[in-house]
């Protein structure tokens, strides 16, 4: 008897490598900062839509292109996109995988992001900036779960293959990357400090 493993949703996890990384690392955690103190669009634009914290999606999203740090951060992530996209054997040929958007994210205490995904991008993905102890992980959903009937639930144990919902820790230094369709959140954050991160879609049209 054969069981298969049949369209599978592949989520990809790396870190940022190399004896610069940490120093970038805090070159960037200063500049999303200084942009949250600076962009009082992006202010009142996390007042309306992101209780409790701060996001520069309205107001400033493709930092890649406004801030040497930013496009440094691109040249590392696009190793690992480069990666991903072999793993998922996308047909690239005559194509790139380019960067579109990037922006800050800054969560405080009990700060949460919404169901949602990333319609006309490619592949999307988050990287950590700062992630104080307990900070709340990226929850991804099955992307089958509306379609499922009469399925009784998953065991508390199941693999996490199987399960209908999991939690990628979030750490700083590392990234996730993930195809643009697959639904996620940011639960309520619980740590103490901020959770900084930078959030990203790539496109190959």
Known sequence: MTTLALFPTLV?????????????NARLLRECRQLRADDAAGRRWSARNYPGGYTSYGSASRMHTLSPTFAAL???????????ARTLEFDLTG????????????????ACHGLHLHPLSTLSGTYYVATPPRSAGLKFEDPRLERYMAAPPRRAGARRALRPWVLVPAQAGRLVLFESWLRHEVPPNPAAGERVSISFNYNWF
């Open 95 to 110: 194509r790139t995988l380019a960067l579109t958007d990037c922006w800050v994210n800054i969560m405080g205490r009990n």
């Open 74 to 84: 691109t040249a590392a992530l696009d190793a690992h996109v480069a990666r991903f």
């Open 12 to 24: 990809y996890s790396g870190a940022l490598r190399g004896p610069r990384w940490r120093a970038l």
